[in-house]
Structures are given as structure tokens and as C-alpha cells.
């Protein structure tokens, strides 16, 4: 587990649709750096959009603002990726050169850097070298990237580099629901319903 406590990346409730900390549950198990990530979207009565799937404004989530999840560095910024379009049949597209599409990267204390992807192109509200404090607005949630429609994926790792191991997050100070009953727990798993207190 994070030797860091965390909050959850975004102010609002948000679904778990992918992650936790067991294999059944995992992002990408087979990928170090994401093997304890999460994708997180909003839910209205289990949807993610309303009306029409293909139109990016529909989505609950999209434009909401992303927040520090702790006080840290701005280590990395990539800024310069366009929405990726959303597909019918809701595929996972990806159609630029880099699968984490607009993200930030921020070093914490221990070592441990947060990586927060698929953000809107030109909605950072910070640079590398700024720092941030728990709860700083950094970003929008976007759909750059390998996505099949706006979310954003949310991981701590040992390192910047492609080969970092991943590490499973310790959150702190948040609220955990499942079936709309109260969860008590450190950690969030896929089907969660979550906010930070």
C-alpha cells in the first residue's frame, strides 16, 4: 500500500468502473504501473451519459474539474492532445501516439508520483514545477487518449518510467458506497460509488 494517504481526484461522487486491488478487480494486471490504477466516470441511475452515447457533452462527467489528490510537485505535464472520438458501439479508440492522451504527473513525498490521464487539452491550471496542495483544481476531465469516452484514469506509481511498479492506493478521508449502502474501508474496488469527504 501508499506510504501517502490520498483524496479522490475530483470533488463530486464518481464510479469505479475499473480498478481496485485484486486481480478480478484490476485496471491492467498485466502492466506494472497500472496494475492498481483506476478509470473513474459519473453514474446517473447506472448511466455514464444521457441521450445520445456519441455526443461528448452528454457525459456526466466530462469538464468536470480533476484536483490534487495530495500536496506534491508538478513533475510532468503533457498538454497537446484533441479529444479522441467516441465511437457507436462505445469500442475503445485510440487515435494519437500516446495511450495516456493529456496528463499530469505529480511527485509526492516517499517517492511516490500520481498520475492522473485523459485530461482536456488546455484546461491545466498548472505547469511543471508548480506545487500543489491536496485539493488544487490542475485540470478537466477530457477524453484524450485510449478511451471509449470521457473518464479519468488515476494511478500511483514508483517511478515516471514506463517499467514503475504500480502501487496500491491508501485513501484517506473519503466515502465509500456500494448497492447505496456505506462501505468501510482504505481502499476502492470496481462498482464503487465514491467521494471525498
Same mark, same amino acid.
Given at each position: 500500500? !501508499?506510504?501517502?494517504?490520498?483524496?479522490?481526484?475530483?470533488?463530486?461522487?464518481?464510479?469505479?468502473?475499473?480498478?481496485?486491488?485484486?486481480? *478480478? =478487480? !484490476?485496471?491492467?494486471?498485466?502492466?506494472?504501473?497500472?496494475?492498481?490504477? $483506476?478509470?473513474?466516470?459519473?453514474?446517473?441511475? #447506472?448511466?455514464?451519459?444521457?441521450?445520445?452515447?456519441?455526443? &461528448?457533452?452528454?457525459?456526466?462527467? $466530462?469538464?468536470?474539474?480533476?484536483?490534487?489528490?495530495?500536496?506534491?510537485?508538478?513533475?510532468?505535464?503533457?498538454? /497537446?492532445?484533441?479529444?479522441?472520438? %467516441?465511437?457507436?458501439?462505445?469500442?475503445?479508440?485510440?487515435?494519437?501516439? *500516446?495511450?495516456?492522451?493529456?496528463? &499530469?504527473? +505529480?511527485?509526492?513525498?516517499?517517492?511516490?508520483?500520481?498520475?492522473?490521464?485523459?485530461?482536456?487539452?488546455?484546461?491545466? /491550471?498548472?505547469?511543471? @514545477?508548480? %506545487?500543489?496542495?491536496?485539493?488544487?483544481? %490542475?485540470?478537466?476531465? @477530457?477524453?484524450?487518449?485510449?478511451?471509449?469516452?470521457?473518464?479519468?484514469?488515476?494511478?500511483?506509481?514508483?517511478?515516471? !518510467? =514506463?517499467?514503475?511498479? @504500480?502501487?496500491? +492506493?491508501?485513501? /484517506?478521508?473519503? &466515502?465509500? #458506497?456500494?448497492?447505496? /449502502?456505506? &462501505? $468501510?474501508?482504505?481502499? %476502492?474496488?470496481?462498482?464503487?460509488?465514491?467521494?471525498?469527504?
Amino acid at each position: 500500500m !501508499s506510504k501517502n494517504k490520498y483524496s479522490l481526484p475530483f470533488k463530486e461522487e464518481f464510479y469505479v468502473e475499473f480498478g481496485g486491488i485484486s486481480d *478480478e =478487480d !484490476s485496471h491492467s494486471i498485466d502492466i506494472p504501473n497500472q496494475r492498481y490504477a $483506476y478509470d473513474l466516470d459519473m453514474r446517473v441511475n #447506472k448511466e455514464c451519459f444521457y441521450q445520445d452515447y456519441s455526443n &461528448i457533452d452528454n457525459h456526466y462527467c $466530462y469538464k468536470k474539474d480533476v484536483l490534487a489528490p495530495l500536496e506534491g510537485i508538478v513533475f510532468e505535464v503533457c498538454n /497537446k492532445y484533441p479529444n479522441t472520438k %467516441i465511437d457507436k458501439d462505445r469500442k475503445i479508440v485510440c487515435d494519437v501516439d *500516446e495511450v495516456r492522451g493529456n496528463y &499530469i504527473i +505529480i511527485k509526492h513525498k516517499y517517492n511516490e508520483f500520481s498520475m492522473i490521464a485523459h485530461l482536456l487539452k488546455d484546461s491545466f /491550471k498548472v505547469k511543471v @514545477g508548480d %506545487i500543489v496542495k491536496t485539493g488544487d483544481v %490542475i485540470a478537466k476531465v @477530457g477524453n484524450s487518449g485510449n478511451t471509449n469516452g470521457p473518464h479519468i484514469h488515476f494511478q500511483v506509481q514508483s517511478s515516471i !518510467s =514506463d517499467d514503475s511498479q @504500480g502501487i496500491p +492506493i491508501t485513501f /484517506k478521508n473519503i &466515502i465509500i #458506497k456500494r448497492n447505496r /449502502k456505506r &462501505i $468501510y474501508r482504505k481502499y %476502492i474496488k470496481r462498482g464503487d460509488y465514491v467521494r471525498n469527504k
